[in-house]
């Protein structure tokens, strides 16, 4: 048997192997190949269904946790991120300083979009993700904080984080959207909220920290409007976003 030679064929070889173990054919979108250096979504073209007697995934991917019915934010943190640390520990860094509630659930949820969903603009994405259930102050300040980071403020201590020199080099310079994104910021009347996360955002993570959701799960409920029918099954602007987290693989 010969290997498949080119990156495509080996990523159309493993989904194959994917497939050939589950009794579905699963398929990745666009965006996922992109993000293996590849264009297109798979499954699109040829038609695999006649070859194997298969049909495409149309519901729940059975290699992922199972959402409840009526997915609440922590069924999907549960389910959906491989970890909450980081998030746990910036919010438990706000609780400590006396935050305001609102400021303790933008630290808590200032990274969903890279815990669940996507990293590239995380800060928009998330924002986005979780606008139809926040005041809007909360969600403003989750979206000015992918910029904010990039940018000192001495006044609350805050230092352009050394993590960065060392993932992005010394003479990364933010993209200019970034950058109008920052100069716009800084002169809203919610940048001080947007900058808190930024404070509480700490890269000193310690494995031995001890966090837990006990402390949040009422901050949650008191301030993160939970549609009654579960997140993705309501007819929020993001309702469509929380149903491909739920399923990522659905066909269509
Ligand atoms: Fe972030
Ligand atoms: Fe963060």
């Known amino acids: 048997m010969t290997l498949p030679s080119t990156l495509s064929e080996r990523a159309d070889a493993l989904e194959q192997q994917m497939s050939d173990e589950l009794d579905?054919?699963?398929?990745?979108?666009?965006?996922?190949?992109?993000?293996?250096?590849?264009?297109?979504?798979?499954?699109?073209?040829?038609?695999?269904?006649?070859?194997?007697?298969?049909?495409?995934?149309?519901?729940?991917?059975?290699r992922l946790p199972k959402l409840p019915d009526k997915p609440t934010l922590l069924d999907f943190f549960r389910c959906r991120a491989k970890g909450t640390n980081h998030l746990l520990q910036s919010a438990t860094h706000a609780l400590k300083a006396g935050m305001p509630e609102t400021t303790i659930l933008a630290c808590l949820l200032?990274?969903?979009?890279?815990?669940?969903?996507?990293?590239?603009?995380?800060?928009?994405?998330?924002?986005?993700?979780?606008?139809?259930?926040v005041d809007e102050e909360v969600s403003w300040a989750i979206r000015a904080h992918q910029a904010l980071r990039f940018f000192p403020d001495e006044s609350v201590g805050y230092k352009y984080p050394e993590a960065y020199?060392?993932?992005?080099?010394?003479?990364?310079?933010?993209?200019?959207?970034?950058?109008?994104?920052?100069?716009?910021?800084?002169?809203?009347k919610w940048y001080m909220s947007s900058r808190m996360i930024t404070v509480h955002?700490?890269?000193?993570?310690?494995?031995?920290?001890?966090?837990?959701?006990?402390?949040f799960v009422d901050i949650v409920g008191r301030n993160f409007r939970q549609p009654e029918e579960g997140?993705?099954?309501?007819?929020?602007p993001s309702a469509h976003?929380?149903?491909?987290?739920?399923r990522p693989t659905k066909y269509l």
Not at 231 to 236: K, Q, V
Request: no cysteine.
């Open 24 to 62: 579905v054919l699963l398929t990745k979108s666009a965006l996922a190949n992109m993000e293996d250096g590849q264009l297109g979504a798979s499954g699109m073209g040829f038609d695999r269904t006649t070859k194997t007697g298969k049909h495409y995934l149309m519901g729940d991917d059975p």
């Open 110 to 133: 200032h990274d969903v979009a890279n815990a669940i969903f996507i990293k590239s603009d995380h800060g928009y994405w998330g924002a986005q993700l979780i606008e139809p259930y």
């Open 165 to 188: 020199i060392k993932h992005f080099g010394a003479d990364y310079e933010p993209d200019e959207y970034i950058k109008a994104a920052y100069k716009r910021a800084r002169n809203h």
């Open 201 to 215: 955002d700490i890269y000193s993570f310690d494995p031995n920290a001890v966090v837990s959701w006990e402390p």
């Open 231 to 236: 997140l993705g099954n309501d007819d929020s």
């Open 241 to 246: 976003m929380w149903r491909t987290i739920r």
